[in-house]
């Protein structure tokens, strides 16, 4: 049995900024599924459909470091709030031109770029915000209930897009644009002092700002390690995951059989989001992340024998259960590491370098799957993957032998 602490059921900011988050994840999750049909319903090809959700991604990515300086210069909640409301305005313009017939591509591109920003900007403040709202008393549980609420948007979003779709083309991006306006709610009534602990008398540059949370980042070892093998993982499981699907669908497997296997994979995450408070409890932190990369590579030499698709889900289940323990473990050190003056910045330094090559893992799967046999393929992920085991067993333990620092300083260099 999962038991969530009474610190995460009692209190209410954790209860608000979760439910807003879920908002706003279930809501992109949604129309995510729908904007590419909706793109080719418009007359718009394929590539087409995909420059836009490159165009998307690319807004997010480059909004990310200004909005994480922003997080930590101004006040984190109304941030969110006004976030949330611009994301909301542009979700309802595409519900709107979409339900009076008036919806064009350009208009379609805008819209979605500026809710993209808009969602960036507050991660970014929800980022700076979530030292200051997690529970004391079971910060773990807190975070465990984060990783769930990612997992369960992520499973349920694709059947309620495609479910509210069905009804009408525009009810998705309503829904959406109503999710993000219960996440403004959400944030405007949060009570905690949300605001950074800023000592500067002047304000640096906006790139010299971004830059300086970079330097703490990398100057920080646990923090650098967290970033390479998150970077690295990203990349090489990204690519397994594309490569499953590309030689299970060439081996005669059905998109449904495809859709259930992804869907297992996920409801094992959701199941390990649950469980992982619980693992990091029973278990040394150092102990999940040394199983959970060596457990990596064996599944990914595993698929060099071309199991079939019931075996992949098994596989790609196995890894989705393991890794929410890791995603806690990480972010309450990078949490308890960092300064609140810098917890925007380093956030969104620490999602950009080590989330962002998770955006090259379907070319460089497609490139593989192209140019060598699918045992070849699966061994050269295993070899990345057991490159990052082997650097993970040299260096972790000499990173977790020192304690944690009892305070954090307010300043990076104190």
């Not at 306006?181 to 602990?197: H, N, W």
């Amino acid at each position: 049995m999962v038991a969530v602490g009474t610190g995460v059921r009692g209190h209410r900011d954790f209860r608000l900024f979760w439910l807003g988050g879920a908002a706003t994840l279930l809501g992109s999750h949604a129309s995510a599924l729908v904007l590419p049909v909706l793109v080719l319903l418009l007359g718009g090809s394929p590539v087409t459909a995909g420059v836009l959700g490159t165009a998307v991604g690319l807004a997010e990515v480059l909004i990310s470091p200004a909005a994480g300086v922003c997080a930590d210069r101004v006040p984190r909640r109304p941030m969110m709030v006004v976030s949330a409301l611009v994301a909301a305005c542009a979700a309802g313009a595409i519900a709107l031109v979409v339900l009076t017939g008036r919806v064009s591509l350009p208009v379609l591109f805008a819209a979605a770029v500026v809710e993209g920003a808009a969602t960036a900007c507050y991660a970014a403040a929800a980022s700076g915000a979530i030292r200051a709202i997690l529970p004391p008393d079971d910060p773990a549980g807190a975070l465990g209930a984060l990783q769930a609420r990612e997992k369960a948007a992520k499973l349920a979003g694709p059947g309620v897009g495609g479910g509210l779709y069905q009804l009408a083309p525009w009810a998705p991006f309503l829904v959406h644009a109503a999710c993000h306006a219960v996440a403004a709610l959400c944030a405007r009534a949060l009570g905690s002092d949300l605001r950074p602990a800023r000592v500067e008398t002047t304000r640096p540059a906006f790139a010299r700002d971004f830059a300086d949370g970079v330097r703490f980042l990398w100057a920080e070892p646990f923090l650098r390690f967290m970033t390479v093998w998150a970077a690295g993982v990203n990349l090489v499981l990204g690519a397994l995951y594309f490569h499953v699907i590309l030689v299970a669908r060439l081996h005669g497997a059905s998109a449904a059989t495809i859709g259930l296997m992804l869907t297992a994979a996920g409801v094992a995450g959701l199941c390990g989001a649950l469980f992982a408070p619980t693992l990091l409890r029973r278990f040394p932190p150092i102990r999940l992340v040394l199983v959970v990369s060596w457990s990596m590579a064996l599944v990914a030499f595993a698929f060099t024998a071309s199991p079939p698709p019931a075996v992949m889900g098994v596989l790609l289940a196995a890894v989705s259960a393991l890794t929410p323990a890791l995603s806690i473990a990480f972010q309450s050190k990078a949490i308890t590491r960092t300064p609140d003056g810098m917890q925007g910045r380093v956030g969104t330094a620490l999602r950009t370098l080590g989330e962002g090559t998770g955006a090259v893992a379907p070319l460089a799967a497609g490139a593989l799957v192209a140019a060598l046999a699918p045992a070849l393929v699966a061994v050269v992920l295993g070899l990345g993957l057991t490159a990052i085991a082997l650097h993970t067993t040299a260096v972790l333990p000499s990173l977790t032998a020192a304690p944690d620092p009892d305070r954090v300083p307010e300043q990076a260099g104190e």
